[in-house]
């Protein structure tokens, strides 16, 4: 039986804390756990949350392709060292842990991640964190780092060239098709029900889409033009006038115009061909192949989704993604759903150190030392260090890799030259920032949005 460390999400703290220490009888202060293992057997969890509803299953008949994310980006700075899917999000987690957690939870084992930008930090966490035996016998999640070869002296020049160039490696095992992923993308989808579609429509390729219900919404993917049977007639890169995620119909009434999520299903003949006959020389996947297999006639359809979707099209949309963790409502992402769990690296961090802190609707992830301070509506990430009398207040620190002490250790003197250590210092007041990884906020400082 195989065993998969599956790590549940960070401590949410809904209530006033106050976790005091005692001086007079000197009891030491409390720990508040923040993640809990639990070692379970992937093979049941698979079976019993996603019946085998198709043949031949998944696990034997779809590779998933997953992009790191692009040079671009419209999350920089946060990209300024880091690609997108490596960005830390909801204290414990990386965004590109949503994806592969749901190809895990899809029965899907055979995972390849394709990275170029600011890769150091995605490559490491996806080879640290989905190595060993987690995903079966079969199962791999491989990353293949942009490459130079006798053939293609330059780097990878887009989506479909990427995926030409690796056409050798990922012809290796006798799949059926390829299941193409954004990998900084935050969703929970049932990636089987969308092969079902697939195979059920009998499509060449098969673009997942945004339901018209989902209201006013804007998409970098472009927009679909899709008539009754869910048939994509027409691609478009960018939008009209009005907002293409409205009900708003074209001439022909039995036509929408919905907007892409850039998940797409391809037989994997048809990629073979669009890739090295059509579109030769094509680098984008989304706006010359895909838009080109639409004109070569092949049966492309349309795949609907109504749940939640976050595209992280801006920094204000990652930090309203984190905000939505500290809220009593269904509107986010379900970071505690058992159904379909969300996978890490596991750390092997202590639980939180809690001291006479005012802790109200946060999330506090692995590893922290929280002082006398206030905390309200703000993710905490790993190692964060937080001083006396600090306020941090609707924010997201992602943590640090290391303790302030070990920073100390290691250069001799704290923070470097700066005399700073890691984390927030004393009296310091936060509100409404991201604080990025191993960042140094000194005393009595104000970082604030009005």
């Keep these: 039986m195989l065993a998969s460390q599956l790590f549940l999400p960070p401590s949410v703290v809904n209530l006033k804390a106050f976790l005091k220490l005692d001086q007079k009888h000197h009891q030491p202060p409390m720990k508040l756990p923040s993640t809990s293992l639990l070692v379970m057997s992937m093979t049941n969890l698979q079976q019993s949350e996603h019946p085998a509803v198709l043949f ?7 590779a998933a392709i997953v992009f790191g994310g692009k040079s671009d980006s419209t999350l920089y700075p946060l990209t300024k060292r880091r690609s997108e899917g490596a960005i830390p999000i909801a204290a414990n987690y990386r965004l590109i842990d949503a994806v592969v957690s749901n190809c895990i939870n899809s029965n899907i084992n055979k995972i390849y991640a394709l990275t170029q930008f600011n890769s150091t930090s995605l490559n490491s966490h996806l080879t640290r964190a989905y190595s060993g035996g987690a995903l079966g016998k079969e199962g791999l999640v491989e990353v293949i780092a942009a490459y130079q070869s006798p053939e293609d ?13 690796c056409l050798w490696l990922l012809e290796e095992h006798p799949i059926i098709e390829f299941l193409v992923l954004p990998g900084h993308h935050l969703y929970r989808m049932d990636y089987q029900k969308l092969i079902e579609a697939h195979r059920t429509t009998n499509a060449d390729v098969t673009c997942a889409v945004l339901s018209t219900t989902m209201g006013n919404r804007n998409s970098e993917f472009g927009v679909f033009k899709v008539n009754f049977e869910n048939k994509v007639i027409e691609f478009k890169e960018k939008p009209e006038k009005k907002p293409v ?114 802790i109200t609707d946060s999330v506090i992830g692995e590893g922290c030392i929280l002082n006398r301070c206030k905390i309200k509506g703000t993710i905490v990430g790993l190692r964060t260090w937080v001083g006396d009398g600090a306020v941090i207040e609707d924010s997201v620190l992602m943590g640090s890799d290391i303790y302030p002490m070990q920073d100390v250790q290691t250069n001799g003197i704290e923070g470097k030259a700066t005399g700073i250590p890691l984390g927030i210092g004393a009296g310091s007041h936060i509100k409404k920032a991201i604080v990025d ?10 970082v604030m949005v009005l």
């Design 56 to 62: 031949p299953p998944a696990n034997q008949s779809v």
């Design 153 to 165: 002296k330059a780097w990878f020049q887009g989506t479909a060239d990427a995926i030409r160039r």
């Design 437 to 446: 990884k191993n960042a140094r906020i000194g005393k009595n400082v104000m």
């Design 245 to 358: 995620g409205s009900s708003r119909k074209s001439n022909d009434s039995a036509h929408d115009n919905v907007p892409g999520m850039g998940i797409y299903v391809i037989n994997r003949d048809v990629m073979i061909k669009l890739l090295q006959e059509y579109f030769p020389k094509a680098n984008d996947l989304r706006t010359e192949v895909i838009s080109g297999s639409i004109s070569l006639g092949m049966k492309v359809h349309a795949y609907r989704f109504d749940g939640y979707w976050e595209d992280m099209r801006s920094i204000e949309a990652f930090y309203q993604a984190n905000m939505e963790c500290t809220k009593k409502t269904n509107m986010g992402y379900n970071f505690y759903g058992k159904d379909s769990p969300l996978y890490t690296l596991p750390r092997f961090l202590p639980p939180s150190l809690i001291t006479d802190a005012v």
